[in-house]
C-alpha cells in the first residue's frame, strides 16, 4: 500500500511535459514541451502557427552547451516557423527568452496566423501580460495582438494597488485605489465614444508615499489636449485628492478617447500613479469639491474606480494571435521575454535596452564564468 502510494506519487511528481529544462547556474528550471510551450510557475506560454493550415508537430533540438537551448521548428504552405527557448541572465533571477522567426520560403506573398497561447486568467497590455498583478510576460515591439476590445478599460501592463492611498477630507473611496506603472510603464486608458466626439474628462490623483515635491512628476496626454506636467505633491499636498479637467476630443476618429499618464522623463520616481477618471457629457458644470466627494459619479458616463473592483482591462483576458502578411523570402523575428520561477518581473519592451543578441550573449558569459 505505501508501495503504491510513493509510485502514484512519484508519477505525479515527474513533470509529464519535461522534455527540456531552461535554466542558468544557480536557479531552478523551467521547462520547454514538445510543442515548443514553455511551463512557468505562473502557467504556459505557447505559439501555434494556425495558418497556413498543416503545421505538424514541431521538430525540436536540444542544445546542453554553451547554454541550454531549444529549437523548435514547424513548417506550414511556404511558412516556416522557428523559435528558440533560453533563460537570459536578466535581473535579478533571469528571464526566459523565446526568440521567434517567421519566414516566407515561397515564390508568392504568405499569410500567417500565429495564437498566443497564454493562461485564461492574464491580462495582456499593449507590451506586456500581467497575471496575479506581476508582469510576467513581455512582448515584441513590431507586431500588433489581434484581441477583442471592451467599451472602456485599461489597455493593460500596469498593476492595481486597492487601498494604496491615504485620502485626507470628504472624499470619494475611489481615492484610496490606485494603478502604477511600475518601471515606468505608461498608464494607457481608452474610453468609447462616436467617432470624433468631445468629451469633459476628469482625472482624480492622491499622492501618498512621497513626502516632498518633485519626487514623482507625471506627464498626462488626453486625446485632442495638449500634453501636461503634473507633481499632485506640489499642486495639492500629500494625502490631498485633487483634480484635473481637460476638453478631450476623439481627434483621430477612431471612437475612442484615450488617455496616457506617464512618468516625466526626469522624475527620480518613474512609476506613475492614477486614482479616478471620469468622463463627463461636453460642458457640464462639474464642481471639484462634489467631484472629489463622489457626488457626481452618477452623472458620468464612465466613472473608474482606478485599481478598485470594478476596474476593467481595455482586451479580454487570456489568448489571442498574431496576423501578418510575408513576402517571398521574407523574415521577421520576434522577442518574447517570460518570467522565470522564482524571477521578478519582466523588462518593459519599450523601454529595455535588452535584444536578442545581447540576452544570448550574457547567457553565454555568464555560463563561462560559472564554469570557470
Ligand atoms: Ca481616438
Ligand atoms: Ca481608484
Given at each position: 500500500m505505501i508501495r503504491t502510494a510513493l509510485c502514484l506519487a512519484l508519477f505525479i511528481a515527474?513533470?509529464?511535459?519535461?522534455?527540456h529544462e531552461l535554466r542558468s547556474p544557480g536557479f531552478p528550471p523551467s521547462h520547454v514541451d514538445a510543442s515548443g510551450s514553455i511551463h512557468e510557475p505562473w502557467g504556459t506560454f505557447g505559439l501555434v502557427l494556425v495558418e497556413p493550415q498543416g503545421a505538424g508537430a514541431p521538430e525540436q533540438q536540444y542544445e546542453a552547451s554553451p547554454i541550454p537551448k531549444v529549437r523548435s521548428t514547424v513548417n506550414a504552405g511556404t511558412i516556416t516557423l522557428s523559435q528558440i527557448a533560453f533563460r537570459a541572465p536578466v535581473f535579478p533571477s533571469g528571464v526566459d527568452v523565446l526568440l521567434t522567426t517567421a519566414v516566407n520560403t515561397g515564390t508568392q506573398p504568405a499569410d500567417a496566423k500565429l495564437v498566443v497561447n497564454v493562461p485564461d486568467s492574464m491580462n495582456i497590455g499593449k507590451r506586456m501580460g500581467v497575471i496575479n498583478n506581476q508582469i510576467v510576460l513581455g512582448l515584441p515591439l513590431d507586431i500588433e495582438p489581434v484581441r477583442k476590445e471592451k467599451p472602456w478599460g485599461c489597455a493593460g501592463g500596469v498593476v492595481a494597488m486597492p487601498g494604496w492611498a491615504a485620502p485626507q477630507g470628504?472624499?470619494?473611496?475611489?481615492?484610496k485605489n490606485i494603478r502604477a506603472g511600475m518601471g515606468g510603464v505608461p498608464i494607457v486608458y481608452h474610453f468609447t465614444v462616436p467617432k470624433g466626439e468631445q468629451r469633459t474628462l476628469v482625472l482624480g490623483f492622491c499622492e501618498?508615499?512621497?513626502?516632498?515635491?518633485?519626487k514623482r512628476p507625471l506627464m498626462i496626454d488626453v486625446e485632442g489636449t495638449a500634453k501636461q506636467e503634473l507633481d499632485p505633491l506640489t499642486k495639492w499636498g500629500r494625502h490631498i485628492p485633487g483634480c484635473l479637467h481637460f476638453d478631450a476630443t476623439d481627434t483621430n476618429q477612431d471612437g475612442h478617447i484615450d488617455i496616457t499618464v506617464g512618468p516625466h522623463p526626469r522624475a527620480e520616481d518613474q512609476n506613475p500613479i492614477l486614482n479616478v477618471i471620469w468622463v463627463f457629457p461636453a460642458g457640464l458644470p462639474l464642481d471639484d469639491k462634489d467631484l472629489i466627494a463622489g457626488k457626481l459619479n452618477r452623472k458620468a458616463e464612465y466613472f473608474v474606480d482606478v485599481g478598485g473592483q470594478q476596474d476593467q482591462a481595455l482586451y479580454e483576458q487570456g489568448p489571442f494571435e498574431y496576423v501578418l502578411r510575408l513576402e517571398p523570402g521574407a523574415s521577421q523575428e520576434w522577442l518574447f521575454l517570460l518570467s522565470s520561477p522564482g524571477g521578478g518581473p519582466v523588462p518593459n519592451p519599450e523601454t529595455m535596452s535588452w535584444t536578442a543578441e545581447n540576452l544570448l550573449k550574457a547567457a553565454e558569459e555568464v555560463a563561462k564564468s560559472w564554469k570557470e
Amino acid at each position: 500500500m505505501i508501495r503504491t502510494a510513493l509510485c502514484l506519487a512519484l508519477f505525479i511528481a515527474l513533470p509529464l511535459y519535461a522534455e527540456h529544462e531552461l535554466r542558468s547556474p544557480g536557479f531552478p528550471p523551467s521547462h520547454v514541451d514538445a510543442s515548443g510551450s514553455i511551463h512557468e510557475p505562473w502557467g504556459t506560454f505557447g505559439l501555434v502557427l494556425v495558418e497556413p493550415q498543416g503545421a505538424g508537430a514541431p521538430e525540436q533540438q536540444y542544445e546542453a552547451s554553451p547554454i541550454p537551448k531549444v529549437r523548435s521548428t514547424v513548417n506550414a504552405g511556404t511558412i516556416t516557423l522557428s523559435q528558440i527557448a533560453f533563460r537570459a541572465p536578466v535581473f535579478p533571477s533571469g528571464v526566459d527568452v523565446l526568440l521567434t522567426t517567421a519566414v516566407n520560403t515561397g515564390t508568392q506573398p504568405a499569410d500567417a496566423k500565429l495564437v498566443v497561447n497564454v493562461p485564461d486568467s492574464m491580462n495582456i497590455g499593449k507590451r506586456m501580460g500581467v497575471i496575479n498583478n506581476q508582469i510576467v510576460l513581455g512582448l515584441p515591439l513590431d507586431i500588433e495582438p489581434v484581441r477583442k476590445e471592451k467599451p472602456w478599460g485599461c489597455a493593460g501592463g500596469v498593476v492595481a494597488m486597492p487601498g494604496w492611498a491615504a485620502p485626507q477630507g470628504d472624499c470619494d473611496a475611489s481615492f484610496k485605489n490606485i494603478r502604477a506603472g511600475m518601471g515606468g510603464v505608461p498608464i494607457v486608458y481608452h474610453f468609447t465614444v462616436p467617432k470624433g466626439e468631445q468629451r469633459t474628462l476628469v482625472l482624480g490623483f492622491c499622492e501618498s508615499f512621497h513626502a516632498t515635491p518633485g519626487k514623482r512628476p507625471l506627464m498626462i496626454d488626453v486625446e485632442g489636449t495638449a500634453k501636461q506636467e503634473l507633481d499632485p505633491l506640489t499642486k495639492w499636498g500629500r494625502h490631498i485628492p485633487g483634480c484635473l479637467h481637460f476638453d478631450a476630443t476623439d481627434t483621430n476618429q477612431d471612437g475612442h478617447i484615450d488617455i496616457t499618464v506617464g512618468p516625466h522623463p526626469r522624475a527620480e520616481d518613474q512609476n506613475p500613479i492614477l486614482n479616478v477618471i471620469w468622463v463627463f457629457p461636453a460642458g457640464l458644470p462639474l464642481d471639484d469639491k462634489d467631484l472629489i466627494a463622489g457626488k457626481l459619479n452618477r452623472k458620468a458616463e464612465y466613472f473608474v474606480d482606478v485599481g478598485g473592483q470594478q476596474d476593467q482591462a481595455l482586451y479580454e483576458q487570456g489568448p489571442f494571435e498574431y496576423v501578418l502578411r510575408l513576402e517571398p523570402g521574407a523574415s521577421q523575428e520576434w522577442l518574447f521575454l517570460l518570467s522565470s520561477p522564482g524571477g521578478g518581473p519582466v523588462p518593459n519592451p519599450e523601454t529595455m535596452s535588452w535584444t536578442a543578441e545581447n540576452l544570448l550573449k550574457a547567457a553565454e558569459e555568464v555560463a563561462k564564468s560559472w564554469k570557470e
